[in-house]
């Protein structure tokens, strides 16, 4: 279905006028010819596809149509000359015959409709000529000869030839929609596919001959698959093989169903698709063959396959595409897609095997994809850390392929593999070597993001190696020549830090904290400050104390000189029975309590800013019921002078261990200095209410009883 002539659908609405003229010429030559011939339309004498000269057309006009013939006789006798080329000799001819019928002169116009006919067989005008040469027979009465030319004519009118000549009109239109011609695309960019399926459809309704028919049903098909339709488009394609399973196109008809399956993600629908057409078409020298092989590697997800079992089922497939079709132009892209598949799956060794495969081919030296090839393997090796051959490898492209698209990007991979190589040798704690590849990295490439980063690491490196002078001199260094920023601000925090915590040199921590004054870290050295200039004091029991112990508390205090220390004796049997626990003695409120012993401690070695931790010796009370053992149960409270906190302290050897079920208590208690059971060790039982019972344990230190509370 050729487009030539055809510029754009503006242009091709002009040619509908002799389509539409000869679709109404039966009706037109069964009119009363009395009525057409008195008022004969302006048409009739002028179209714009065919002018007619001014003069014959007043001629026309003002009904003298024997005049007309004559100025057309004389005109058609004349040679062409440049003023007249857009005169078409057949509509004069066919003008010359309607002016002598329109005369009332039927034989001439016969003889001046046959002459036409003969003359230019194929002219434009000859099927009208034969329908005015039916009329004007049928005014001088010859019925007879008039019905064979409406007979013949109504016989090609209902043929396929002339079904397939109006199909042809459609599908003129619907070529120019589906693939424009170059200057055309120029209007409307791209196809429209939508309209070229209409055009198609039409042409479809008007039915055109089998062997285009099936032309028609496949572009139709295609159009929908064009249109994202793809279940229109695969159900069309599937149709299309069904019902024309000889017909050339059957082969195309299949490979765009696998692709219509595959885009609505029916992997094995599409696969099962491209192996029937690859066993039916086996030898076929069509590209369609070669395409559908190296496709079928896409219906196990290659590049990106989802398992083990895909991955190799994919690579075989492409693998049997490069036996059969080791030239054809996807040849590389099979190559660089089993190796982007085995990257996926993280399997690089076979990544590589692949692309040295594909460049040591010299089948390939010049195709396309060796500059892909080349930046792929640099990406493999990147990525086993192998970073001098990824160096090498992608230094190798840039040499040889200047003008690629991926050749700034490989300039960044080559520095970012550089500066790896630092980090790998620090992550390795080769912190020498690190130093070394980063110092050069510095050198080389002093405007790089990373660069105060790496002025960090340095002070890291040197943290860790517990060199904490050249750890801070390293981030001073950083500081100075990249103020302000994150960076910049990590680094003085670990000045600081460094200070307070490995050098004990708080005040000058305290200096550098309050640098920070910007970046990611200005809020913990605020918090830093806050604590280091801040009174604290706490104070914890860590245990109980056995008799033969002097117990102690353990005193953590910040800028606190000295504290006063209150000892209060608690009678735990006392509180008990009231609170019916042992614990929350630390809340009381003891202040307004003479305290039964009082003493001041001071906190040795104490230095401004730093956080101390001391112990205090508490000395026993002692007292309570006889048959209690020796024993003392103390509030300890410590104060500063804005400060204060409280402690329990107890001193006991006995220890008990107690299980209890809804009706019964099973105590069994023990000196854990001689590690014997006590005996007779006194009991109070509560219910959280009330002291409901009161026991001992037997000489074996064990009690049991069950209770009704």
């Known amino acids: 279905m050729?487009?030539?002539?055809?510029?754009?659908?503006?242009?091709?609405?002009?040619?509908?006028?002799?389509?539409?003229?000869?679709?109404?010429?039966?009706?037109?030559?069964?009119?009363?010819?009395?009525?057409?011939?008195?008022?004969?339309?302006?048409?009739?004498?002028?179209?714009?596809?065919?002018?007619?000269?001014?003069?014959?057309?007043?001629?026309?006009?003002?009904?003298?149509?024997?005049?007309a013939a004559a100025a057309i006789d004389k005109l058609l006798a004349e040679p062409p000359t440049a003023d007249k080329q857009d005169v078409h000799r057949d509509w004069l001819m066919y003008l010359k015959g309607r002016a002598l019928h329109l005369a009332g002169r039927y034989d001439e116009a016969v003889a001046a409709y046959e002459q036409l006919e003969r003359e230019l067989p194929e002219g434009r005008w000859v099927r009208r000529a034969r329908f005015g040469r039916a009329v004007s027979l049928t005014r001088k009465g010859d019925f007879q000869s008039a019905e064979k030319i409406y007979r013949e004519q109504a016989a090609w009118l209902l043929s396929l030839d002339r079904k397939q000549e109006i199909a042809d009109i459609y599908l003129e239109f619907a070529d120019a929609y589906f693939k424009p011609a170059p200057e055309q695309q120029l209007e409307q960019q791209q196809p429209?596919?939508?309209?070229?399926?209409?055009?198609?459809?039409?042409?479809?309704?008007?039915?055109?001959?089998?062997?285009?028919?099936?032309?028609?049903?496949?572009?139709?098909?295609?159009?929908?698959?064009?249109?994202?339709?793809?279940?229109?488009?695969?159900?069309?394609?599937?149709?299309?093989?069904?019902?024309?399973?000889?017909?050339?196109?059957?082969?195309?008809?299949?490979?765009?169903?696998?692709?219509?399956?595959?885009?609505?993600?029916?992997?094995?629908?599409?696969?099962?698709?491209?192996?029937?057409?690859?066993?039916?078409?086996?030898?076929?020298?069509?590209?369609?063959?070669?395409?559908?092989?190296?496709?079928?590697?896409?219906?196990?997800?290659?590049?990106?396959?989802?398992?083990?079992?895909?991955?190799?089922?994919?690579?075989?497939?492409?693998?049997s595409f490069l036996e059969q079709f080791p030239e054809h132009k996807l040849a590389g892209k099979a190559f660089l897609r089993i190796a982007s598949s085995y990257m996926s799956r993280g399997r690089f060794d076979e990544a590589v095997a692949s692309i040295q495969k594909f460049l040591d081919d010299k089948r390939y030296a010049d195709r396309e994809e060796a500059p892909d090839a080349q930046v792929l393997l640099g990406r493999c090796y990147q990525l086993q850390k192998k970073f001098p051959a990824a160096l090498e490898a992608w230094r190798n492209y840039l040499a040889q392929h200047p003008a690629h698209r991926s050749w700034s990007e490989v300039q960044r991979q080559i520095v970012n593999t550089e500066f790896l190589l630092g980090y790998?040798?620090?992550?390795?704690?080769?912190?020498?070597?690190?130093?070394?590849?980063?110092?050069?990295?510095?050198?080389?490439?002093?405007?790089?993001?990373?660069?105060?980063?790496?002025?960090?690491?340095?002070?890291?490196?040197?943290?860790?190696?517990?060199?904490?002078?050249?750890?801070?001199?390293?981030?001073?260094?950083?500081?100075?020549?990249?103020?302000?920023?994150?960076?910049?601000?990590?680094?003085?925090?670990?000045?600081?830090?460094?200070?307070?915590?490995?050098?004990?040199?708080?005040?000058?921590?305290?200096?550098?904290?309050?640098?920070?004054?910007?970046?990611?870290?200005?809020?913990?050295?605020?918090?830093?400050?806050?604590?280091?200039?801040?009174?604290?004091?706490?104070?914890?029991?860590?245990?109980?104390?056995?008799?033969?112990?002097?117990?102690?508390?353990?005193?953590?205090?910040?800028?606190?000189?000295?504290?006063?220390?209150?000892v209060y004796a608690i009678d735990m049997e006392t509180y008990f029975r009231k609170m019916h626990l042992a614990s929350g003695v630390e809340g009381l409120d003891i202040a307004l309590i003479d305290p039964d012993r009082t003493f001041e401690f001071e906190a040795p070695n104490y230095a401004e800013y730093q956080q101390l931790e001391s112990e205090i010796e508490i000395p026993l009370l002692t007292g309570g019921p006889a048959n209690?053992?020796?024993?003392?149960?103390?509030?300890?409270?410590?104060?500063?002078?804005?400060?204060?906190?409280?402690?329990?302290?107890?001193?006991?050897?006995?220890?008990?261990?107690?299980?209890?079920?809804?009706?019964?208590?099973?105590?069994?208690?023990?000196?854990?200095?001689?590690g014997k059971p006590w005996p007779k060790a006194r009991l109070l039982i509560s219910n959280g209410q009330q002291v409901f019972a009161e026991a001992q344990t037997g000489d074996d230190g064990v009690f049991q009883k069950s209770y009704e509370e």
Not at 649 to 670: N, P, T, W, Y
């Open 2 to 67: 050729s487009t030539d002539g055809l510029r754009s659908p503006k242009t091709l609405g002009a040619w509908l006028t002799p389509v539409l003229l000869l679709a109404i010429s039966v009706a037109w030559a069964a009119e009363s010819g009395k009525q057409n011939d008195d008022k004969p339309e302006r048409a009739v004498f002028e179209t714009e596809a065919e002018p007619t000269p001014p003069a014959i057309n007043r001629l026309m006009q003002d009904r003298k149509y024997a005049e």
């Open 192 to 319: 429209d596919y939508e309209k070229a399926l209409q055009f198609y459809n039409q042409a479809l309704e008007v039915g055109p001959k089998p062997e285009k028919r099936a032309e028609v049903e496949l572009l139709a098909a295609r159009c929908y698959q064009a249109l994202g339709n793809l279940q229109e488009a695969a159900t069309r394609f599937a149709r299309f093989s069904k019902e024309h399973p000889d017909n050339k196109l059957d082969l195309e008809a299949r490979f765009r169903l696998g692709e219509c399956q595959f885009g609505q993600n029916q992997l094995e629908e599409a696969r099962r698709t491209w192996q029937d057409l690859l066993a039916e078409y086996a030898g076929d020298k069509s590209p369609r063959v070669a395409e559908a092989a190296f496709q079928l590697s896409q219906t196990w997800r290659l590049p990106r396959p989802q398992s083990e079992e895909e991955l190799e089922l994919g690579v075989a497939s492409l693998n």
């Open 424 to 566: 790998e040798a620090k992550l390795a704690k080769h912190y020498d070597q690190a130093r070394k590849l980063w110092g050069e990295f510095l050198v080389k490439y002093p405007l790089d993001p990373r660069d105060p980063g790496i002025l960090y690491e340095f002070g890291r490196m040197q943290f860790l190696e517990q060199k904490y002078d050249e750890a801070i001199n390293e981030w001073r260094r950083l500081v100075a020549k990249y103020p302000k920023t994150n960076q910049a601000s990590q680094a003085q925090f670990m000045i600081a830090a460094t200070l307070e915590e490995k050098l004990d040199k708080l005040p000058e921590a305290l200096k550098e904290f309050r640098k920070v004054t910007w970046g990611t870290h200005a809020a913990q050295a605020q918090a830093r400050i806050a604590r280091l200039t801040a009174r604290s004091l706490a104070i914890v029991t860590e245990r109980v104390f056995r008799t033969n112990e002097t117990p102690k508390i353990k005193l953590t205090t910040r800028n606190v000189e000295k504290v006063a220390v209150r």
């Open 628 to 674: 209690a053992p020796p024993a003392g149960v103390m509030a300890v409270t410590v104060s500063g002078k804005t400060l204060e906190a409280t402690t329990l302290v107890m001193v006991s050897d006995l220890d008990v261990i107690i299980k209890s079920s809804r009706d019964e208590v099973f105590v069994f208690a023990e000196n854990l200095r001689t």
